[in-house]
């Protein structure tokens, strides 16, 4: 949880652009949802199951070790 309020962020549309083009990093939006999505322990504690938005198959996650 902490590690998403960190990376919470209002923007504005042209900004987003901006950012999108000019900076390397991606949008705090993404650094606060997307590695999550990746974690089986994310889903068992938030109760994330087939079907919903933010689901990603467990054979389609990515696994670094």
Known sequence: ???SQVWRALQR???LRNLILTNPHSPPAARGSIPERN??????????KEGDRLFIKPEDRVRIW
């Open 13 to 15: 549309e042209d900004d």
């Open 39 to 48: 974690m089986d322990a994310w889903y068992a504690a938030f109760g994330v």
């Open 1 to 3: 949880m902490a590690h």
